[in-house]
Each structure stands twice: as C-alpha cells, then as structure tokens.
C-alpha cells in the first residue's frame, strides 16, 4: 500500500495529480480544508488537503471510490477476480476506508451504534463492550490498532498480532498511573466509600494483611456510629485479630484516638457509608475525620455498580484527595472494564481488588499486567 498526501486548490485538481502520479486504482483515505502559507498565521490560504493511496497487488478493488479517466481502461486483473471473491475484497476495502477516513476527522462522528469492524477488531470490540469499557476508552484502544495494523506492509498484518499490542498499547497508557497497595509513606490510612460497597471488611482484610504479612503494628479507629451492626462487626475483626480500636463520635474522639495510637505503625480509619448522591455525607466526614492529618485516603468502590454510579461517587469524593481507589466483589460480576474505565478516564490507580469474603485471604495489591489480563481474557503468558 502506497499512501500520498497531496496539498491542491480545488478537488479536480487533486484528483489530476493523484491520477498522475498513483494511477486509476488510486483511492482518496480522506480530504480536509488546511490553510498553508502567510506569516504568523495572516494571510494564509485556504486549500485542501487529499490524502490518497493505492495498492499495487492484482486484488485490490474498490468501485465507489476509484478514480476513472475520461475514457474506459481495459479490464485490470482485479476485474477479472471471480465475482463472490471480488465482492469480499470490495466490501472489507470499503470498510477499511470509511474507517481510516473517520480516524482522521476528530469533529465527526468515529462509531455509530451500529458500526462493525472487520475480524479480527470485531472481536476485540466484542470483548472490551462485553466487560463494561466504556465507549471512548473502546474507540481510543481501536483507533491505535487499526491504526497500526493499517500503516504496517500487507505481508506483515498477522491477525494473532493485534491482541499483542493492543497489550502493550494498555500497558504504555498505564505507566504513569500509580497501581499497587499502600505506599506506607504516611501513618494513617483513610477508607472511605459510598454504603454497600464492603468498606468494613475490606478494612478487615487491610489490617489482616499488614499485620500478617506485612508484619506492622495495627490500631484501628471507626467513624461508622450510624449503623450498630457495623460497629459490632468491626469490634469482632478487631478482637480476632488481637488488635486495638477506638470508636470516634467527633472530632475530638478522633483527635483522642489518633493521639493514643502514637505508637503504632499504621492507623487504619473505617468511615460511615452513606448515600454518595448527598454532598453533605463529604461535609459530615470532614466533621469527624481530621483529613489534614498527615494521612492516605483511599476510595472503596464495588465493581457490581454500573459504572455512571462509579463516576458519579468518584465527582462526589473528588472533595477529598483520593490516592488510590480499592475495589471489591470481582467475585459477584462479569463484568470488569472499570479496571481501565477509572485509571483511563480518571487517572486514579487502583491499590487493592478483592474477590471474596474470606478475611484474609480474598484481597490481591493490583498491577497493571493483572488489570489487562482480566479485562481482555488473555493468558499471562500471551
């Protein structure tokens, strides 16, 4: 595949130099209006901007945009192609067209509703749809694909490859995003979360896996007085796991509790779940928590909540300064594009995911390699 891009005034005169230079099976990818010329942005002149391309194999056949000379060319060897292959040829050359052309044009429409890409990217957009990645993360993952695919030679478009860099593609957007548990450079550790998402055993979990495995000292403080069951419920884990927890009322119970937890390593904080869609469940935290502490707040969200709810907690709590957020239930869903939706489209990492009630035993630290495998079904070894 050959490609050209041509600067001319007028379309006619476009299609003479592509004529010219690429002959009659040329094909026009796109066209746009660019300005070219003058000084400093003045007096620049309006032209267009064709970009075309042709592909010297016997088979390429493309009817609707085909550039014909004033008089009839002899038959090509790809109009002699059989009929029911040359319609194949013709219909997934269309499709690549209108893709490549709407790759190029930001304003339009990319994706209509209906929209279907060729095999083997329908399947990739088969998958990423299925487990809730929302549409402009699809869009974004498939433009650089078939991006790719399209710019490499013909001989070297291997279906089995695009899953491999479509991996690699996720992992170079999600560097820079901060995954893994607790950074531990802070002594208070905030949890916070909408009701409903397992923010107290989650916290369980937390202070099992820093006391077990990480070998810390642990003391636990609980905002959560709106609910008696949650208090006693927190009270067992605290008495299971031998350590110390203080129940705060206020501000200065908070005070209180931190203060005689000074010699402890970590203080975990279980706040009070409420509903996320009243702004005032932020304000009535801030009454009770002390967030100017030099502390780690972490967001729990449930990854059975559709994700418009995910998005809308997120805005709510972005009143605090959320390190990470922890996501729970993967063992209650199939459905996991908020692994990429949040890191994506918010720029927040995710510390922990749990997958069970077991404490604790059903909490992983999330990595990026685990995040992609989950969300596109693939081995670790692919």
């Known amino acids: 595949m050959k490609v050209k891009k041509y600067i001319a005034a007028t379309m006619p005169e476009a299609m003479k130099r592509i004529r010219g230079e690429l002959g009659d099976e040329a094909v026009i990818l796109h066209s746009k209006e660019v300005k070219t010329g003058g000084v400093f942005g003045l007096f620049a002149k309006k032209q267009l901007e064709v970009v075309a391309a042709v592909d010297p194999g016997p ?22 192609t059989k009929p029911a292959e040359q319609e194949r040829l013709l219909k997934e050359m269309n499709q690549l067209k209108a893709m490549i052309g709407e790759l190029a044009t930001k304003e339009k ?14 399947a990739i957009e088969d998958q990423l749809k299925k487990q809730g990645v929302s549409k402009p993360i699809r869009l974004q993952l498939l433009k650089h694909v078939l991006k790719e695919w399209y710019e490499q030679p013909e001989a070297e478009r291997p279906g089995q490859d695009i899953e491999k860099e479509l991996v690699r593609y996720l992992e170079q957007e999600l560097a820079d995003v901060p995954f893994g548990g607790f950074s531990f450079s802070k002594k208070m550790i905030n949890i916070v979360g909408p009701t409903g998402v397992g923010k107290t055993t989650t916290i369980a979990k937390l202070a099992a896996h820093l006391l077990l495995k990480k070998q810390k000292k642990i003391a636990l403080i609980t905002t959560d007085t709106y ?51 009243n702004p005032l469940y932020i304000e009535e935290l801030a009454k009770v928590i002390d967030f100017e502490q030099q502390a780690e707040t972490f967001l729990v969200l449930s990854l059975t909540a559709k994700y418009e709810d995910m998005n809308e907690i997120i805005r ?3 009143l605090l ?62």
């Open 59 to 80: 088979t390429r056949v493309r009817k609707e945009t085909r550039i014909r000379p004033a008089a009839s060319p002899s038959p090509s060897p790809a109009a002699r």
């Open 109 to 122: 429409t990319i994706i209509s509703e209906n929209h279907e890409y060729p095999q083997p990217f329908q």
């Open 227 to 277: 609910r008696i069951a949650a208090i006693e419920q927190i009270k067992t884990y605290a008495k299971i796991l031998n350590i110390p927890l203080e129940v705060a009322y206020s501000i200065d119970d908070f005070s209180r509790a931190v203060a005689q937890f000074e010699q402890y390593d970590y203080i975990l904080v279980d706040s009070a779940g409420r509903n996320f869609r």
């Open 316 to 318: 709510q709590f972005s």
């Open 321 to 382: 300064e959320i390190e990470k957020v922890i996501l729970t239930k993967q063992d209650e869903t199939a459905s996991l594009g908020a692994l990429l939706n949040i890191p994506l489209e918010h720029g927040k990492g995710i510390a922990y995911i749990t997958n069970g009630q077991n404490v604790p035993d059903d909490i992983m630290e999330a990595t990026v390699p685990y995040v992609i495998r989950a969300v596109l079904e693939v081995d670790e070894h692919e």
